[in-house]
């Protein structure tokens, strides 16, 4: 079992649709949680950081469920520039940094 | 300000032959990553330093493949010799080193090996 498991998808919406991705991570020792969009045949960068009480980023919301370790990212009024994939990442205390292998999203007009 | 530089963009090379990948962080960035990523998958974490010390190298497959940080600048990944299965993406990242800090990737080295 991968330490970070995303569903792969892909998820195919329509604009302006509202879609939901999840992430679950297994070391119990994870402190710090983000979440990267990377675009095909790009490099990641950084979408937004995952923080204990949630947070938002205009259309972007992020949760964080550590009883359940999960985390979560909704992407509300969807465009067809947030067509991309989605990567999860955690962070443990000591440095180590785990990527998920993604989750990619197609919107369609 | 300049974001992470990577060189080259792409390379093919022979089975069997050697090849390196360089790395120019962001300035004042200590934590440096080598990364590898295959399609469809997530990138994998090679090697982390910070400033010259590799500090996790656990991934790294030591028989053939080997990297330097001197004077904990810039970076070089190197493969000795390059199989296969080693075609990839090869990615540099570097932060501030806190852990809550994000990483930024540079553009990567897209090695083909034949």
């Known amino acids: 079992r991968k330490e970070v498991e995303q569903d792969p998808g892909p998820f195919n919406v329509p604009e302006g649709a509202t879609v939901a991705f999840n992430c679950t991570y297994s070391n119990s020792a994870s402190q710090s949680f983000f979440w990267y969009r990377q675009d095909c045949r790009k490099e990641p960068k950084l979408l937004m950081s995952?923080?204990?009480s949630g947070n938002e980023d205009g259309r972007f919301t992020a949760q964080l469920n550590r009883a359940s370790q999960y985390i979560s990212l909704l992407i509300r009024d969807s465009k067809l520039s947030d067509s991309a994939t989605y990567l999860c990442v955690v962070n443990t205390n000591a440095g180590k940094s785990t990527f998920g292998d993604g989750t990619t999203l197609t919107v369609k007009p | 300000e300049a974001g992470v530089v990577q060189s080259p963009r792409y390379k093919i090379i022979e089975k069997k032959q050697p090849v390196a990948f360089w790395c120019n962080p962001i300035s004042g960035h200590n934590t440096l990553y080598w990364y590898r990523q295959n399609l469809g998958q997530g990138p994998e974490l090679l090697i982390r330093y910070e400033n010259e010390e590799a500090v996790d190298d656990s991934q790294l497959p030591k028989d053939r493949f080997s990297a330097e940080r001197l004077k904990g600048v810039d970076s070089t990944l190197k493969i000795q010799p390059a199989e296969l299965g080693d075609s990839a993406v090869y990615l540099c990242?570097?932060?501030?080193?806190?852990?809550?800090?994000?990483?930024?990737f540079g553009q990567g080295t897209r090695l083909t090996v034949v």
């Open positions: 990242a570097s932060s501030l080193g806190n852990m809550n800090t994000e990483a930024f």
């Open positions: 995952v923080y204990s």
